[in-house]
Protein backbone atom coordinates (compact mmCIF):
# COMPACT_ATOMS: atom_id res chain seq x y z
CA UNK A 1 0.00 0.00 0.00
CA UNK A 2 1.53 3.55 -0.91
CA UNK A 3 0.23 7.13 0.15
CA UNK A 4 -0.98 9.07 -2.87
CA UNK A 5 2.45 10.59 -3.50
CA UNK A 6 3.81 7.23 -3.71
CA UNK A 7 5.60 6.73 -0.59
CA UNK A 8 5.75 3.52 1.14
CA UNK A 9 3.46 2.47 4.11
CA UNK A 10 4.96 1.89 7.69
CA UNK A 11 2.57 -1.02 8.15
CA UNK A 12 4.40 -4.42 8.89
CA UNK A 13 2.94 -7.17 10.25
CA UNK A 14 4.75 -6.57 13.79
CA UNK A 15 2.08 -3.96 13.94
CA UNK A 16 -0.03 -6.50 15.77
CA UNK A 17 2.36 -7.18 18.51
CA UNK A 18 2.92 -3.80 19.03
CA UNK A 19 -1.25 -4.14 19.95
CA UNK A 20 -0.54 -6.20 22.35
CA UNK A 21 1.85 -4.22 23.82
CA UNK A 22 0.00 -0.63 23.64
CA UNK A 23 -3.19 -2.59 25.20
CA UNK A 24 -0.32 -3.55 28.26
CA UNK A 25 -0.49 -0.02 28.97
CA UNK A 26 -4.06 -0.08 29.26
CA UNK A 27 -7.03 -1.06 31.53
CA UNK A 28 -8.90 -0.03 34.93
CA UNK A 29 -5.42 -0.06 37.00
CA UNK A 30 -3.84 2.08 34.72
CA UNK A 31 -6.52 4.02 34.34
CA UNK A 32 -6.42 4.40 30.92
CA UNK A 33 -8.98 3.49 28.40
CA UNK A 34 -7.82 1.55 25.32
CA UNK A 35 -8.60 3.89 22.18
CA UNK A 36 -7.76 3.43 18.98
CA UNK A 37 -6.48 7.03 18.90
CA UNK A 38 -4.39 6.22 21.64
CA UNK A 39 -3.20 3.11 19.81
CA UNK A 40 -2.47 5.72 16.80
CA UNK A 41 -0.18 7.99 19.62
CA UNK A 42 1.46 4.85 21.02
CA UNK A 43 2.50 4.06 17.38
CA UNK A 44 3.23 7.39 16.10
CA UNK A 45 0.84 7.58 13.14
CA UNK A 46 -2.77 9.35 12.63
CA UNK A 47 -5.65 7.75 13.67
CA UNK A 48 -7.00 7.73 9.73
CA UNK A 49 -3.43 5.76 8.75
CA UNK A 50 -4.50 3.32 11.27
CA UNK A 51 -8.18 2.89 9.37
CA UNK A 52 -6.59 2.98 5.92
CA UNK A 53 -4.45 -0.16 7.08
CA UNK A 54 -7.04 -1.93 8.00
CA UNK A 55 -8.59 -1.95 4.97
CA UNK A 56 -5.94 -3.92 3.33
CA UNK A 57 -4.61 -5.88 6.35
CA UNK A 58 -7.51 -8.44 7.55
CA UNK A 59 -5.59 -9.23 10.61
CA UNK A 60 -5.34 -5.78 11.63
CA UNK A 61 -8.48 -4.31 11.12
CA UNK A 62 -9.28 -7.53 13.31
CA UNK A 63 -6.99 -5.99 15.86
CA UNK A 64 -8.81 -2.43 15.39
CA UNK A 65 -12.41 -4.29 16.66
CA UNK A 66 -10.51 -5.85 19.29
CA UNK A 67 -9.34 -2.36 20.82
CA UNK A 68 -12.86 -1.26 20.12
CA UNK A 69 -14.56 -4.27 21.95
CA UNK A 70 -12.02 -3.93 24.99
CA UNK A 71 -12.43 -0.44 25.10
CA UNK A 72 -16.82 -1.49 25.22
CA UNK A 73 -16.40 -3.97 28.46
CA UNK A 74 -14.17 -1.22 30.27
CA UNK A 75 -17.10 1.32 29.80
CA UNK A 76 -19.62 -1.32 30.52
CA UNK A 77 -18.13 -2.51 33.69
CA UNK A 78 -16.75 1.17 34.77
CA UNK A 79 -19.48 2.11 34.30
CA UNK A 80 -22.38 -0.23 36.07
CA UNK A 81 -19.81 -1.87 39.00
CA UNK A 82 -16.84 1.45 38.78
CA UNK A 83 -18.57 2.88 41.76
CA UNK A 84 -20.23 1.47 45.32
CA UNK A 85 -23.16 1.67 43.54
CA UNK A 86 -24.90 0.95 40.16
CA UNK A 87 -24.22 4.03 38.14
CA UNK A 88 -28.42 4.49 36.55
CA UNK A 89 -27.41 7.12 34.34
CA UNK A 90 -24.52 4.85 32.63
CA UNK A 91 -27.22 2.18 32.28
CA UNK A 92 -29.91 3.89 31.10
CA UNK A 93 -26.80 5.06 28.53
CA UNK A 94 -25.82 1.49 27.29
CA UNK A 95 -29.47 0.11 27.25
CA UNK A 96 -30.47 3.05 24.57
CA UNK A 97 -27.28 2.87 22.69
CA UNK A 98 -26.57 -0.92 22.89
CA UNK A 99 -30.01 -2.45 23.07
CA UNK A 100 -32.64 -0.06 21.58
CA UNK A 101 -34.54 0.67 24.29
CA UNK A 102 -35.89 4.41 24.72
CA UNK A 103 -36.90 6.66 27.27
CA UNK A 104 -40.40 7.97 26.13
CA UNK A 105 -43.50 9.98 27.77
CA UNK A 106 -47.01 10.36 26.22
CA UNK A 107 -46.87 13.77 25.64
CA UNK A 108 -50.56 13.84 23.79
CA UNK A 109 -52.52 12.46 26.84
CA UNK A 110 -51.00 12.89 29.96
CA UNK A 111 -50.16 9.55 30.18
CA UNK A 112 -53.85 9.23 31.04
CA UNK A 113 -56.13 6.16 29.47
CA UNK A 114 -57.10 7.23 26.00
CA UNK A 115 -60.36 5.79 24.97
CA UNK A 116 -61.47 4.78 21.62
CA UNK A 117 -59.59 4.05 18.67
CA UNK A 118 -55.57 3.83 18.89
CA UNK A 119 -53.91 3.64 15.27
CA UNK A 120 -50.74 1.21 16.38
CA UNK A 121 -47.49 2.49 14.47
CA UNK A 122 -47.62 -0.53 12.07
CA UNK A 123 -51.21 0.98 10.96
CA UNK A 124 -53.29 -1.24 12.66
CA UNK A 125 -56.08 -0.07 14.58
CA UNK A 126 -56.85 -1.27 18.43
CA UNK A 127 -59.72 -0.29 21.05
Request: proline share 3%; with cysteine; glycine share 8%.
Amino acid sequence: MKNPVGRPTKYDPSMINKAVEYLSTCGREQTKLPTIEGFAIYLGVHRDTLYEWAKFYKEFSDTLKEIEMLQKEQLINDGIYGGKEVNAVIVKLLLMTNHGMKERSDATSDDEKIQGLVIIKDGSETK
